[in-house]
């Protein structure tokens, strides 16, 4: 399959803005679109407590607690999977922890579990975009 060539998003505050990509997520049918920063440097893969509830997710019945590092030590997390789809891509599931912080706080963040196992990523800081494209299945 083709790599789709993605522009960085202007960021205020960061000149040549930032690897934002738009991803559809789906939880058992509730959908919602989301901009998740494309992070090579985070080890997980994170979504905030609101696009969660969005998705349908119930943090009370989650059973798989998470214990996150860096920046994230201490805030509660749960491990979730969902489907996901970049346009016109096949659709993934991709493991989240999801966080009892707000979108306000923190981004959706793709990052190495599982995004980076999903899909090849090529950032081009010169040109201030990336191209992705699903992993051969």
Request: no cysteine.
């Amino acid at each position: 399959m083709t790599p789709k060539e993605v522009a960085y998003t202007p960021i205020r505050g960061f000149p040549g803005g930032m690897p934002f990509l738009e991803i559809e997520l789906d939880h058992k049918g509730r959908r919602t679109s989301v901009a998740g920063l494309v992070d090579s440097g985070s080890a997980l893969n994170i979504l905030p407590f609101d696009v969660g509830i969005a998705l349908g997710l119930d943090w009370e019945s989650q059973d798989f607690p998470l214990e996150l590092g860096g920046t994230l030590r201490g805030v509660a997390a749960y491990a979730v999977l969902v489907k996901a789809q970049i346009p016109k891509f096949p659709i993934v599931h991709l493991a989240f922890a999801w966080l009892k912080k707000t979108s306000l706080e923190v981004p959706v963040l793709l990052g190495q579990v599982n995004f980076f196992q999903e899909y090849d990523v090529r950032f081009y800081g010169h040109r201030r975009a990336f191209d992705i494209s699903p992993r051969p299945h």
